[in-house]
């Protein structure tokens, strides 16, 4: 089993915004630099972990420009950090840089949009476990749903740089298009060869798209695409594993198609967090207990975000 998270060094430390850059009509890229001791806690960072930013004190967008769903939202106080996944982590030189795809959905969201190049950001992480990779798989398939893609970019390279025997699919959700948090689409002859998103074709990767009103790719739920797929894939279920980040409805369905095929499962899950640490013991997941009928509650952002699949209560 592959995964190194026991031996990340985490701490508050300062970041560098280097790039924040809107990718779609909700959608932003936010690129974080980091030097000195925190450039090395940020190169062991691993897929799936998360770090939490301070965004207490950074202003809010012009009025004109919230949109008016989020104007009332927009006056709350920021008083917690918000956690937020690696979709990528590169060293250079001394330096790591850190890459963040956000949605805005909220006050905190909305202030991050005025982050640019120069500001700085106090940032705690990294933070939680990750996704690990057991030894026997042959084939992943990573299951998206809207921004469940970010940790799952930063999966892919792991599998592009470390796991090259291993045959990667991706599935990613969205309710249109639109919605799909990417930069760029690939031509019609490249999805036709399974290469839909250039984020994961540069990594080498099929990616297959679902939309919920059908104006990209499968028409339907992508949990519905995936089992279409599993039923005429002839894949061995114990060489197999699935990787889920999204909306809970989206993982718990998740979950079940594993079950059902008897192939192991990682899902990301979330929680509204406030320490990170497992100390306020405000992210509580509920799991079954081993050996028996009960079921315990485990930390969010301790002892996951990921967690075994068939070991969560959806
Ligand atoms: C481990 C982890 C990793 C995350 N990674 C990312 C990421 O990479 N990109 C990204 O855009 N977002 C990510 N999130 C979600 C992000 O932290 C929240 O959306 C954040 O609260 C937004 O802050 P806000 O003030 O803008 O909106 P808020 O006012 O905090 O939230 C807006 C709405 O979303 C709901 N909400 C917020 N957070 C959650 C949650 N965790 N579970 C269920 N409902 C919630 C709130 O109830 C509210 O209705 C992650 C969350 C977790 C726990």
Redesign the pocket.
Known sequence: MMGNCSTVNKGVFSAAVCVNKQIGHEFYRLGLEFSGGAAAAFAAARPGQ?LELDLADVPLPSTETIPADLAD?SC?D?LLR????F?NVDTKGQKSLVE???????????RMTTLSASDSVSVIGPL?NDFRVPEEKKTALLVAGG?GA??LLFLAKLFTEDFTDIDVTVFAGAKTAKQLPFERRLDKLSQRLGFSIAEFAGYGIKSLVATDDGSMGFAGLVTDYLSRWLKKADLAGERTIIYGCGPEPMLAKVAEIADSFKIDCQV?M????ACGIGLCQG?AVECKAADSGDTIYKM??KDG?VFEAGKVVF
Request: glycine share 10%; hydrophobic share 40%.
């Open positions: 998360f939202a709350r920021i918000r956690p937020f996944s979709a963040i795809l956000y949605r805005v959905v909220g006050p905190a969201t909305l939680g921004m970010g940790p990301s979330e929680r509204m967090m992210c969010c952002c975000p």
